[in-house]
């Protein structure tokens, strides 16, 4: 089954620790990218790649970080620079359709912060 | 700058009581506007895209529509399993904005 896969699906992270997030997809799309869902709040884009080797910031990239050294990968580590980190956070791919670019997500990680 | 605004917020159906949900946009070229369902604790799931003013797509018991300012997502006789916070968002020639979502529940 083709698919995006996020792990873990719970994640605890103690207050100075840099924790990563995996995102894994298996639909040979070029573009990903990571989201932060905070309550109330619309989705808000940390970091987008739109093709191995590189990436841009999106609107809140302070204190995370990202790599993309696969087409299948995109992990994301919050660090210890994120003063607000407990959210959860979603993976996206897309496929450019037209002139569009459609997203599919996968289920999300929740990150808490003690 | 691009903005997404869902409303209501959140809306409370009788099962069979069909309703509209509402998402207003302002964008730069418009490229497309998806919809999507977000059940508690998972991802979205992707729903529609539209593309020009005047498309209308369908799914069982959806409907999507759009003008050149907004999207309806008229639900039709919703069943208890239409409970879920529906997403709206749009990409313009900047890049993807996303509403807050319509938590949408229904009473059996």
């Known amino acids: 089954d083709g698919g995006i896969t996020q792990s873990p699906k719970y994640l605890f992270r103690k207050e100075g620790q840099n924790v990563t997030l995996s995102c894994e997809q298996n639909?040979?799309?070029?573009?990903m990218y990571w989201y932060r869902q905070d309550p109330g709040q619309g989705l808000r884009l940390i970091y987008y790649?739109?093709?191995?080797?590189?990436?841009q910031k999106g609107d809140i990239a302070e204190g995370y970080s990202v790599s993309r050294e696969k087409k299948e990968s995109f992990p994301l580590t919050v660090t210890s620079a994120q003063k607000n980190p407990t959210a959860f956070y979603l993976c996206a791919s897309s496929i450019r359709d037209t002139n569009t670019d459609t997203q599919y997500f996968g289920p999300g990680t929740r990150l808490t912060v003690l | 700058e691009d903005q997404v605004t869902q409303s209501p917020e959140a809306l409370r159906l009788q099962e069979g009581e069909s309703s509209s949900l509402n998402c207003s946009y302002t964008?730069?070229?418009?490229?497309?506007l998806f919809w999507y369902r977000q059940d508690p604790g998972k991802g979205p799931e992707f729903l529609f895209t539209?593309?020009?003013a005047g498309e209308e797509k369908e799914k069982e018991r959806l409907k999507a529509t759009l003008t050149k300012k907004e999207s309806f997502l008229h639900i039709t006789a919703p069943k208890p399993e239409d409970s879920a916070t529906y997403l709206c968002a749009v990409q313009g020639n900047n890049d993807m904005r996303f509403g807050a979502g319509t938590r949408l529940t229904v009473k059996p």
């Open positions: 539209l593309y020009s």
């Open positions: 964008v730069s070229g418009l490229r497309g």
């Open positions: 790649s739109q093709i191995v080797n590189d990436f």
């Open positions: 639909l040979n799309h070029d573009a």
